[in-house]
């Protein structure tokens, strides 16, 4: 018996939008291969009155259309099943609804993501969902940046991408993701490539040495000097774990 591949399934009214960029290079790849499936449901297709009208205006006034909770619900219930007053069945883990306000999206989050079965995630349009759907359904909400998108699409396919190139088998040599930025908290050191020199430019001495202990130590040194010059955050982060680490 096969393992089921992992799977996401996303709630949208843009399903065209899908796979979009995913169908391409790494994710596209491993889509074809089968290491990963994504299903699309058309959130629409859940609208029960003649119109098929999937938002209304906001309780309370202003300007923008929020999305119905009994459509976004129905949508839910139709690839989550209903088994509770909570709305989630015993064996899938929650919804993630992708908002600005939700919390920001790590590369431990994503870790995490990618080594579930499978994700289910809502899309939201316009202002947003209503929030009592978001309660029922006790939805995870994370955001992929502080700027505000048209829709929650590309966050859905930012989402994805960053957790496919973690599943087995779809980065060729899995070095690559131990030593990538957010790993251990430091950002990643630079590259260089050939021409050894370039426009007057030369590549580190020390890359080219052969040296592979001075070479770590330099990488290394770098990461650390950029991480605290431009992630004070992830700086101090990563110096607790030395802390700790050094006993
Ligand atoms: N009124 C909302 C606010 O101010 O928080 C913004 C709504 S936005 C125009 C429409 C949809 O785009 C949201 O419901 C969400 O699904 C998605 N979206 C926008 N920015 C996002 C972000 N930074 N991260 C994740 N999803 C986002």
């Keep these: 018996m096969t393992s089921p591949v ?6 949208t009214l843009f399903p065209e939008m899908f796979p979009g960029p995913l169908g391409h290079s790494l994710a596209g790849k491993a ?48 690839v989550m099943g209903a088994a509770g007053p909570d709305r989630r069945s015993a064996d899938a883990g929650p919804p993630i609804y992708l908002t600005p306000r939700g919390r920001p999206l790590t590369q431990e989050r994503v870790r995490a993501l990618a080594a579930e079965p499978r994700i289910t995630l809502l899309c939201g349009r316009y202002e947003g969902v209503d929030e009592r759907v978001l ?31 973690l599943l087995p088998g779809v980065v060729g040599d899995a070095k690559t993701l131990a030593e990538e930025s957010f790993e251990g908290w430091l950002l990643e050191y630079p590259h260089y490539t050939r021409p ?39 700086w101090a982060r990563y110096r607790a774990q030395q802390a700790v680490m050094e006993g």
């Excluded at 580190?204 to 955050?233: C, F, M, Y």
Aim: aromatic share 8%.
């Design 31 to 78: 889509l074809e291969a089968g290491i990963w499936a994504l299903e699309t449901v058309d959130i629409r297709y859940f609208a029960s009155d003649k119109h098929r009208s999937v938002d209304d205006a906001a309780f309370g006034g202003g300007p923008g259309l929020v999305m119905r909770p009994d459509v976004i619900d129905a949508a839910l219930a139709a």
């Design 196 to 234: 050894q020199e370039w426009r007057g430019r030369p590549v580190p001495e020390v890359l080219a040495s052969g040296n592979h202990q001075k070479i770590r130590a330099w990488r290394r040194a770098q990461a650390e000097a950029t991480t605290r010059q431009r992630r004070p955050d992830l």
């Design 6 to 11: 992992w799977t996401a399934r996303v709630l």
């Design 135 to 165: 309660e029922a359904w006790q939805a995870e909400e994370i955001s992929v940046g502080d700027y505000v998108l048209s829709g929650g699409e590309p966050a859905a396919i930012v989402l994805l991408d960053a957790c496919v190139r």
